[in-house]
């Protein structure tokens, strides 16, 4: 057996650690960890993080309760040495199987590094110049002056550029500009407050490192704004005369990796039996956890977005060592860009991320079939409706768990939705729908002894486009009548989430029809069934023998008269729930058992014909781990990404979040997201279901919930909750201030200086909500500032200086109410 590595020393068997070495004279080198998240581009790098399974990525090492998973990344700089990279790829070989051959293989290319490596750097991952063979920069008498772009939301990503020049600077990011005497942060006119603040720590740490001068914000098209000195300085660098700013769209999104198509999905088989490697085409998408043998490895390519190696448990022992070589083989012979992804797991190791690229993926740990959920073998149990609120409010996982709010006990209005008007339903018939219409329901509760409210909007199997867009129409409509606060409810007929169930005694009832009227006053055939998180339904089929089914119940409407039939595979549940729906129909309804039937029940039916058999026992469905996506338009390009192992702190206020809990879907909108963000958001989440590998269908219930609105259903997924995050969180502003206040107010100019060299107009010319209906020179995002002093306190009751000293989440909530959002 070879010698381990001395490097390899530190590290601890089964338990958590998050180390770093770096290739210095093509020896691994342990990097001290003061110095984590600096990347030098003409270095290579291994990153080791073990860590509890699901746990969200962290460089912060404790105590993991739960199995651990395990992750290599070997980064490469963009002018490493061919020798450097081969040999941080040939070490991650040699940290893997020391590991047992277990852990999950990465390769990080500077530019592309994927979601999981940025998070273990909260701070920010840092990519400078130079490398180890050519000595770092800023040593001693050698200090040269840099310029840093800082971009991205979540885990912003700060570059060193290779030179200080304004061809790098656009107005989409924030650029900090290094020059030893001071340090000044140039901020785009759209650049976000992420990369603001996280501009604003570098630009401390700068600070720091060189043993003093001054921090000074500078804002685009505000340069003119600095003190003599200090526009000088600036100057001298980043001369004025030169100055020209990219626009926003010309620089990169800030989130690329978009949601992957199921279309572009191929599984490929690597096999060595005779002897040398061979790369044969298995499939396109849909792709199974079937499609896969243990005695081989197989390739995932999922394009642009990333290649998958799978390694079976019994391949060899060459499969196993050269699958990310041969990856990048596979890559190359593509014509995929040199930076696309290259992730290696095991069989029996594989990561939520990769398990998402089937249609189903269940764990060989999990259990088989119901066990003890099993209701005749077939069905989930009948809807738990025991919950109070305040239970389900203190106890948010297992609100998650049951999607259950309450018990159902609260207040509710029903309206069907018909030419752009909303038409009372009666009382009683709350519970009953036609299948082409539309409806609108408002269920009121109380929780914490605050008011709560779920807007559901209905839509029937055989409605119309124009009628669903109606109906989506009304709830935005409704919701803002509301002040914007109900959590809003995308329901289709037929995937109806539990607590829309128990609003009805945990029954449905569907009937053909449109227009507030049933198709025909003549017989009915319902046919019962359970749901499958509990609950009834009971929907009208053709009247006709062969709509029978031996594993349901059916009630026959014939006016006055009623009758049940029962197949000889259905449920109690649904026995009883059909009996008592016939007994609402009338006095005393008769009962048949299915081969027990009188001959004028098949009259009613047309006479008997064949029907479908008792339908196969349902088995328990493996289970999915919930998925967080950030959706933004920032560049002017709309985009999604994925957040890898996710908490509170992942939401992001200035944007909307997709939240996948599989049996639904959840919109989250951040308080300070944009019009384009919240109006693309269920575009996107219909698109992410279409496109889903597992082939769910865009019927999966999808829900909305606003920012410091969350319910517990919602909420239950991230763990630990605060409701007073985001109010303790620093936004740009504070940071600001502080950095002013601690800077002696450089680069620093009040609101109230500021607001003088704009031009002044009045609130009926701001109180847009189009862009392009703006005056020329206004600046949407702060459409405030152009208000005169007095109009300003008018409308918003308060000092611009009062307001801006708000935290971000208050005023942009201030500026929705008064109409300048």
């Known amino acids: 057996m070879a010698a381990t590595d001395p490097a390899f020393r530190a590290v601890p068997r089964r338990a958590p650690c998050f180390l770093v070495w770096r290739v210095e004279q093509l020896v691994l080198v342990p990097v001290p960890r003061d110095q984590y998240g600096r990347f030098h581009r003409g270095d290579s ?7 509890e399974r699901g746990a969200p990525p962290s460089a912060r090492v404790q105590h993991a309760p739960g199995p651990l998973e395990t992750h290599i990344h070997f980064w490469l700089g963009s002018e490493t040495s061919a020798d450097e990279a081969g040999v941080a790829a040939y070490k991650t070989v040699e940290l893997d199987e020391l590991l047992g051959g277990g ?6 290319i ?6 999981r490596f940025r998070a273990y750097f909260p701070a920010g991952l840092r990519i400078l110049a130079g490398g180890a063979a050519a000595g770092l920069t800023h040593v001693g008498d050698k200090f040269e002056p840099a310029l840093y772009a800082v971009k991205g939301r979540r885990h912003p990503v700060i570059r060193q550029l290779p030179a200080v ?7 989409g990011d924030v650029f900090v500009l290094d020059a030893r005497e001071a340090v000044f942060v140039w901020t785009g006119k759209q650049a976000n407050p992420m990369e603001k603040i996280q501009a604003a720590r570098l630009a401390q740490s700068l600070k720091g490192e060189h043993g003093g001068g001054e921090v000074v914000i500078v804002e685009s098209g505000q340069e003119g704004d600095l003190s003599p000195a200090e526009r000088a300085l600036f100057g001298r660098l980043l001369p004025l005369k030169d100055r020209h700013v990219q626009p926003a769209a010309a620089a990169d999104s800030d989130e690329r990796h978009e949601r992957r198509r199921v279309e572009h999905l191929r599984l490929y088989r690597c096999s060595d039996h005779d002897g040398s490697l061979m790369v044969m085409e298995v499939k396109s998408g849909p792709l199974l956890q079937s499609d896969l043998d243990s005695n081989d490895s197989f390739i995932v390519d999922n394009g642009e977005q990333g290649i998958w190696v799978w390694v079976g448990k019994r391949a060899s022992h060459k499969e196993r060592a050269e699958a990310m070589r041969n990856a990048q083989g596979f890559i190359k012979k593509k014509g995929y860009a040199p930076s696309t992804a290259v992730t290696r797991v095991i069989d029996g190791g594989e990561p939520s991320e990769f398990k998402t690229l089937f249609k189903s993926w269940r764990d060989r740990h999990a259990a088989v079939g119901l066990g003890k959920t099993a209701v005749s073998g077939k069905l989930a149990p009948p809807i738990q409706t025991s919950f109070d609120a305040a239970t389900l409010h203190e106890n948010r996982a297992l609100a998650a768990q049951t999607q259950m709010l309450d018990d159902g006990s609260g207040e509710k209005e029903v309206w069907r939705v018909h030419e752009l008007e909303l038409t009372p339903v009666e009382r009683a018939e709350h519970g009953t729908f036609l299948d082409g219409d539309c409806y609108l329901v408002l269920y009121r509760y109380r929780a914490g002894g605050a008011a709560r409210q779920v807007l559901y909007y209905w839509l029937g199997g055989r409605a119309s486009q124009l009628e669903r867009g109606q109906a989506a129409l009304k709830t935005v409509e409704l919701d ?7 959590v809003q409810v995308r329901v289709v007929q037929g995937r109806e989430p539990p607590h829309f169930m128990v609003l009805f005694g945990g029954r449905l009832v569907v009937l053909t029809g449109s227009g507030g009227a049933p198709s025909s006053a003549g017989p009915r055939l319902l046919q019962v069934r359970g749901a499958a998180q509990g609950g009834t339904r009971a929907v009208q089929v053709p009247l006709a023998a062969a709509s029978l089914n031996s594993g349901d119940c059916f009630v026959l409407h014939e006016g006055v008269r009623a009758s049940v039939w029962c197949g000889r595979g259905a449920t109690g549940d649904e026995r009883e729930s059909a009996k008592k729906l016939a007994g609402e129909l009338c006095a005393e309804p008769s009962v048949m058992y299915e081969g027990q039937e009188p001959a004028s029940f098949w009259a009613t039916l047309g006479g008997r014909a064949p029907y479908a058999g008792e339908r196969p026992a349902s088995s328990e469905q493996p289970a999915h781990p919930p998925r967080l996506f950030h959706c933004s338009d920032a560049g002017g390009r709309f985009s999604v990404g994925e957040v890898v192992s996710f908490e509170q702190a992942d ?12 049996d639904a879907v959840f919109i989250w909108i951040g308080a300070e997201s944009n019009a384009t963000e919240r109006r693309q958001a269920e575009h996107t989440a219909l698109e992410y279901l279409r496109t889903d590998p597992a082939g769910r269908g865009t019927d999966t219930p999808i829900i909305t919930v606003h920012q410091g609105a969350e319910p517990p259903t919602f909420t239950g997924f991230f763990g630990p909750w605060s409701d007073e995050l985001w109010r303790t969180q620093p936004d740009w502003e504070t940071v600001r201030r502080g ?7 450089l680069g620093r100019v009040s609101p109230e200086a500021a607001a003088e060299t704009l031009p002044v107009y009045a ?3 701001l109180n847009v909500k189009e862009a392009a209906l703006l005056p020329r020179d206004v600046d949407p995002a702060v459409k405030e500032r152009y208000l005169s002093p007095a109009e300003f306190r008018d409308v918003f009751g308060m000092t611009l200086e009062s307001f801006s000293a708000l935290p971000g989440w208050k005023r942009q909530q201030l500026k929705k109410k008064v109409g300048l959002f």
């Open 763 to 765: 609130f009926s010319q």
């Open 651 to 662: 939401l992001v206020p200035q944007d909307v979040m997709l939240l996948d809990a599989w």
């Open 739 to 745: 950095l002013a206040a601690e800077n002696g107010g």
């Open 110 to 115: 500077e530019g592309s590094e994927s979601a």
């Open 103 to 108: 852990p999950v293989q990465h390769r990080e």
């Open 480 to 486: 803002d009548r509301l002040g914007g606060r109900p």
């Open 165 to 171: 020049s304004w061809e790098y600077v656009n107005d």
């Open 45 to 51: 790098y291994v990153v080791l993080h073990c860590g």
